[in-house]
């Protein structure tokens, strides 16, 4: 039996900006429930087997039902969350591992199944936005990208964008820009 693809949904922030708010908890525009649940269904639109994690510290999430990983290490950001996921794809012989920022309200099937597909040996591919990385909608092969994980770590790095760079990264250019839009600030949401 093949592994099943392994994504994580990416919580673990503050949402300071959104006035502390848990932004996975905010209403999808499709009225479908909370983004992280809406996040869960277009994930299992794009593999009905997909192993779906909470990333970082979900306690707020708790009623969605959705299994968590706690950061690890913690107080290091999203790297530690990501270190948390790759280890995890390492341990369960992920082919894969899926990168998601919980406040993405138009993220699609099609755009998971575009970033499965392409470049399928690359150690990670990624979009760009306006020339900077997405780390937080891209792919990861879980050995290397550990490996990378460790390296930043080590270094004193806590940029995801470092560990995209160590690994020489493989660009995903999106048809839609829409498809990465997130939900940092209130004016986002109202604009959505």
């Not at 869960?40 to 959705?66: F, K, N, P």
């Not at 390492?90 to 993405?104: G, I, N, S």
């Not at 936005?129 to 390296?151: E, H, K, S, V, Y």
Request: hydrophobic content about 50%; charged content about 20%.
């Amino acid at each position: 039996m093949a592994a099943r693809p392994l994504v994580g949904i990416f919580v673990g922030g503050r949402g300071l900006r959104m006035g502390g708010v848990a932004k996975g908890l905010l209403p999808a525009p499709d009225g479908s429930g909370p983004l992280a649940k809406r996040l869960v269904r277009v994930t299992r639109e794009a593999w009905s087997d997909a192993d779906v994690w909470l990333v970082g510290s979900a306690a707020a999430y708790s009623e969605l039902g959705i299994p968590g990983l706690d950061d690890d290490p913690r107080g290091v950001g999203p790297l530690g969350g990501l270190a948390a996921l790759l280890r995890h794809g390492v341990e369960t012989r992920a082919p894969a591992a899926y990168a998601l920022a919980c406040d993405l309200p138009f993220l699609s099937a099609s755009y998971l199944s575009k970033l499965a597909a392409f470049a399928p040996e690359a150690p990670a591919v990624a979009p760009r936005g306006n020339g900077i990385w997405q780390p937080l909608a891209a792919r990861f092969r879980p050995g290397p990208a550990l490996a990378a994980t460790a390296d930043a770590l080590a270094a004193g790095q806590r940029s995801l964008w470092c560990v995209l760079e160590r690994l020489n990264a493989v660009e995903l250019v999106i048809e839609d820009a829409r498809e990465l839009t997130d939900w940092d600030e209130p004016a986002d949401v109202a604009g959505s």
